[in-house]
């Protein structure tokens, strides 16, 4: 090839490469060098010499590189896959490489280690292309997609193809023809969401569903034929998904199988025909139009599928269909709330405005109308808009806007998880983060970025409440509503049965005694007169939660506590998102409804307009509790406006978390900042009042030291802090200087003893929070406040392994700055202490045993004390530190980004990320129980609205496949507890 042709982006891509700007030009030179330092070492002197040029494609792959660590490393591993596009362009060189997954199955001596590390190779080879063709702007977001499935499609197949050859040389099926090893097999395997959709993201997992079908032409014996078939999908999900060093080829996700915690994972055809006939929901309905087949027996697949027509597509919607629509409906209208939208931390796909809200509408109307209109019975999103759009059920604009920021979304998604291969949906919450992800989408700032992606999520709502507004109604009309006089009115009773009320006569008594004015929220004719505009859309608001009767008898006791309506009635009826989201609390978060119904105020920062669109972060806090304090002078004053802010403050970072504004890891940090603030306030306000009595001691410096899940940031909306208190003085300071002079020991103690006083006393406004201070030397055998070097020597000396294990997460939150630093320090030297590795692991496991045998689980959801629940995690996130396991320059005492940087040595990367990925599912229906519930999660009591909630934060369709992946993800992190701590 001529040496024009080597410096030429057209060569490559077929076109000239888009220019693309890095953030930091020294890490785009620095990314550069390093892949110009593996080609010389590789000998790939084409792309060398390309690297050491000056011309716009070097300059290309430099900014991709520096905005992509992952896209560096693949050519810094594998700098031949770029050599090899001076010789064939990029797309005939990912048809080679699907061929060459396609023939990876065939060898006779091929192995499973081999077939492994083989489509290890070709998948990274090829997405690392496919990326690298998107930023070029060589391949639009639409073909990205198709070619991300066809490269899942391939290697699937592949690893089908290679299965059903091993077993039939070990005689286990007789295959009709080995040339083409899956015809005539009876193994079935089907790809759901986006894979069935050839819409598959840079990062994702695939859903298969997995079938045998026992009277194919390949199986000898059709009794045994499942239990192969079990073992072979076991060992494809291995091939596909384990981590290695070659890392991995797609995460594999068997959960949307027919009752998945009680079927094998390989489920015989007529067993899956019959449940689907006889026990199919309408998530499943909806789930099974992406369904197609792409690997194993495809006309077995095909036949399948034509047989489930019926079911998927019915000609008439019943009843109960009708209300599950509705349901699905709701469930992307809760995810709504007011105002602005927070850029940074926003979820590209289930935040509001985000791509779920365009896939979730395009099929309920397939639902709906699919059973009548064949060509709506399509796989693709965009595909089905512009049908919906050609049927009617939407106008030209609609479908052309929709179809625009579907793609857009769909593209920030993909530059999103580039960066380093991350199934990740969640924008930075940095600046710097953000840059990047502008940068790789072609924008000069992260500020044009936010304003075009803002706008976006703002056309998909309305688009999307307009969509809901015009699709043809399917209920009748809200009917008649009368609560005069003493006597229910029929028509009434039958209005409300119909919205949802189980004992509609109740529910009329109770709505009577607001407009009898027996409230003091009603008390005046104008307030009853708003409240009788405003009860409509009340009861149908109400009427949809599911338990109707609960939600309207938490929003009478929230009336019954309310100082004045007016204002409060006039606000629901002006603003329908703030009405959504009260109703929200009242159906699906019993705690949260508790609260405002005590404490009506909280509900005031809720009109605030900002309220979701900026993060509830360390700096946000502190200033508006600045401003909270201003002017309070007097002790009790002061502690009163700290339990005011902080149970106001809870309760926001409670709806953000709910509206899914704020996802559980940033709730956690949040709560955890709100603690770190109000409980330094309160020190403050302790030392200062302590002293006009008692005086000072002479050098005396106060640090509080945050335990358990306030040190490691992960409080929920319920949770008690553990604290240590430190202390210090001058060496020859013998008395405070006050008053009533006290010994250094006796004044730091009673300082302590105010300090719980002020913090956990309850008064008119409640409890700040509940301490717990049995982490400190001694335990409660020991003194309050203990002094910074007695502190030192018993962790040094005295302590046990399991005080050693707690102060891995350790964190100093309020006092004398110059006193955090030297306790900082001196738990980092603790922590690096020489240690018996084989002790530590020991011990912590006779801990765990004893743990689970005094305080056993109470069920699946019990996620703190189920074997393989957050405290295996913690463990094994502590022994790893305390074995110096832990790839990580700074120190952190978070359990998620310590399993995060979890030694190669100490952890395979696969256990790894199985490990993080379980501490954000626990963490996740931790947070979101904690907030909503009293008590733990109880299926058969939680109301139906919360169980939608964890559905859709967790983004699956059922609480059965909820429950078989907790189950699932208990079992595999209990299993690498046993292999890292029992080793």
Not at 795 to 807: K, S
């Amino acid at each position: 090839m001529a040496h024009s042709a080597v410096v030429d982006a057209s060569a490559w891509f077929g076109r000239p490469a888009d220019p693309l700007k890095p953030v930091d030009e020294d890490e785009a030179r620095e990314a550069l060098e390093i892949v110009a330092d593996a080609a010389r070492e590789a000998g790939c002197a084409k792309l060398g010499s390309l690297l050491d040029s000056d011309v716009p494609l070097k300059h290309f792959l430099a900014a991709a590189f520096g905005l992509s660590p992952f896209l560096r490393d693949c050519a810094r591993r594998n700098p031949h896959m770029l050599e090899a596009l001076f010789e064939a362009p990029l797309e005939a060189r990912l048809e080679a490489l699907i061929h060459a997954i396609d023939q990876s199955a065939f060898p006779q001596d091929q192995s499973e280690s081999g077939i492994m590390k083989a489509l290890r190779g070709f998948k990274t080879e090829a997405h690392a292309l496919i990326a690298l063709a998107r930023l070029a702007g060589a391949a639009d977001t639409e073909l990205t997609t198709r070619r991300l499935s066809a490269l899942a499609d391939a290697c699937v197949r592949a690893a089908v193809n290679h299965l059903l050859l091993d077993a039939n040389r070990a005689g286990k099926v007789r295959l009709p023809e080995p040339a083409d090893p899956a015809k005539g097999s009876g193994w079935i395997v089907l790809a759901m969401g986006k894979l069935g959709a050839n819409e598959l993201n840079f990062s994702s997992d695939i859903d298969l569903i997995v079938l045998v079908d026992p009277q194919a032409p390949a199986i000898i014996d059709a009794y045994e034929a499942v239990d192969l078939f079990v073992r072979l999908t076991r060992r494809l999900v291995r091939i596909l998904q384990d981590r290695t060093e070659n890392g991995y080829v797609f995460r594999t996700d068997l959960r949307l199988r027919p009752d998945p915690g009680s079927t094998p994972l390989a489920i015989p055809v007529d067993a899956a025909l019959h449940y689907y006939e006889g026990r199919g929901q309408n998530w499943e309905r909806a789930a099974m139009i992406k369904a197609r087949p792409i690997a194993g027996d495809l006309a077995a697949g095909t036949a399948f599928l034509r047989e489930l027509q019926p079911y998927v597509w019915r000609k008439y919607l019943d009843y109960a269909a009708i209300a599950d629509v509705h349901s699905i409906k709701r469930q992307i209208h809760a995810h709504k709330g007011h105002g602005e939208v927070a850029v940074k931390g926003h979820n590209v796909k289930l935040g509001r405005g985000g791509i779920r809200e365009i896939e979730f509408f395009v099929q309920t109307q397939q639902l709906i109308a699919g059973g009548r209109f064949p060509e709506l019975r399509g796989r693709q999103t965009v595909a089905m808009l512009a049908e919906l759009a050609a049927c009617g059920w939407i106008d030209a604009e609609a479908r052309d806007a929709l179809t625009r920021q579907y793609w857009f979304l769909r593209d920030v998604e993909h530059a999103l998880q580039m960066v380093a291969d991350e199934q990740t949906h969640m924008l930075p919450e940095d600046d710097e983060g953000l840059e990047r992800i502008a940068h790789l989408l072609g924008f000069d700032s992260a500020e044009a970025f936010s304003d075009t992606f803002r706008e976006s999520l703002r056309l998909v709502e309305r688009h999307y409440a307009a969509l809901f507004e015009t699709a043809p109604q399917l209920s009748r009309g809200i009917g008649n509503l009368v609560f005069t006089g003493d006597v229910d009115d029929p028509g009434t009773l039958e209005t409300l049965a119909q919205l949802g009320f189980s004992r509609p006569s109740d529910m009329c008594r109770v709505i009577r005694g607001w407009h009898y004015g027996r409230y003091k929220a009603t008390q005046s004719a104008e307030a009853r007169e708003r409240l009788t505009e405003l009860t409509p859309a009340l009861l149908e608001a109400l009427g949809g939660t599911r338990r109707a009767d609960e939600a309207l008898l938490r929003f009478d006791a929230f009336l019954a506590g309310l100082p004045a309506g007016i204002q409060l009635f006039s606000l629901l009826q002006s603003n329908p998102a703030l009405l959504d989201m009260l109703v929200s609390i009242m159906g699906a978060a019993p705690r949260l409804a508790a609260i405002i119904t005590k404490r009506p105020h909280v509900f005031d920062g809720l009109l605030d307009p900002a309220l979701l669109s900026e993060l509830p972060d360390r700096a946000y806090l502190a200033e508006r509790l600045e401003s909270f304090l201003a002017g309070a002078q007097i002790y009790e004053d002061i502690l009163d406006r700290l339990r005011i802010f902080s149970a106001e403050q809870k309760f926001l970072i409670g709806i953000r978390l709910l509206t899914g504004a704020i996802d559980a890891m940033r709730a956690g940090k949040a709560f955890s900042d709100l603690a770190d603030l109000t409980v330094s306030a309160a020190l403050d306000a302790v030392i200062e009042t302590f002293a006009v009595r008692h005086g000072r001691i002479a050098g005396g410096r106060v640090v509080i030291l945050g335990m358990g899940k306030l040190g490691s940031r992960e409080l929920t909306a319920g949770s008690d802090i553990d604290l240590i208190l430190l202390y210090d003085h001058a060496p020859d300071a013998e008395y405070s200087d006050g008053e009533k002079p006290l010994a250094p020991s006796e004044y730091y103690a009673r300082l302590t003893q105010r300090l719980i006083a002020a913090v956990s006393a309850p008064t008119a406004e409640g409890v700040l929070y509940e301490l717990d201070l049995r982490l400190r030397p001694s335990g409660n055998k020991g003194p309050v406040a203990t002094e910074i070097g007695a502190f030192g020597r018993y962790q040094r000396q005295d302590a046990w392994t399991w005080e050693h294990m707690a102060l891995t997460r350790a964190r100093t939150i309020a006092g004398d700055r110059s006193l955090r630093d030297r306790v900082e320090a001196e738990v980092v030297e603790v922590l690096a202490l020489q240690r018996q590795h084989g002790k530590i692991r020991a011990e912590a496991v006779e801990m765990r045993a004893l743990l689970e045998k005094e305080k056993p689980p109470r069920d699946v959801w019990d996620l703190k004390l189920i074997p393989g629940g957050l405290i295996d995690l913690e463990f094994i996130a502590q022994v790893a530190v305390l074995v110096g396991s832990v790839d990580r320059r700074e120190r952190s005492t978070a359990t998620a980004e310590i399993l995060a940087e979890l030694s190669p040595s100490f952890c395979p990367p696969q256990a790894r990320q199985e490990l993080v990925d379980a501490h954000h599912l626990y963490t996740m229906l931790s947070q979101t129980t904690r907030l909503c519930l009293d008590g733990g999660f109880d299926p058969d009591e939680a109301p139906p609205g919360f169980i939608d909630l964890l559905l859709r934060q967790t983004d699956l369709p059922d609480l059965s496949v909820l429950a078989a992946h907790v189950e699932e993800t208990a079992a595999r992190v209990r299993g690498h507890f046993e292999r890292l701590l029992k080793s």
